[in-house]
């Protein structure tokens, strides 16, 4: 599983879309979304994540830590 982490900047910035590929209908998802949204699919599966390992971005969301 993977997904495309889009910089806010790059939301509107046409050019740069362009240039790397980035179809229209992606939009920027903050990275604790993303990461939840991995963590979904995974548990739709019926699959559980032992361990998880993240930056200290990650540690500063009390969202993301409760989730």
Known sequence: ???LFLPEEWVHD???RQR???????GHVSKTRLA?????RLAAQGLKV???VA?????????FRLA
């Open 1 to 3: 599983e993977w997904e």
């Open 14 to 16: 046409d050019r740069r």
């Open 20 to 26: 790397a590929g980035i179809p229209e209908e992606v």
């Open 36 to 40: 939840l949204g991995l963590l979904d």
């Open 50 to 52: 032992p361990v998880i």
């Open 55 to 63: 930056d200290a971005g990650y540690g500063r969301s009390v969202s």
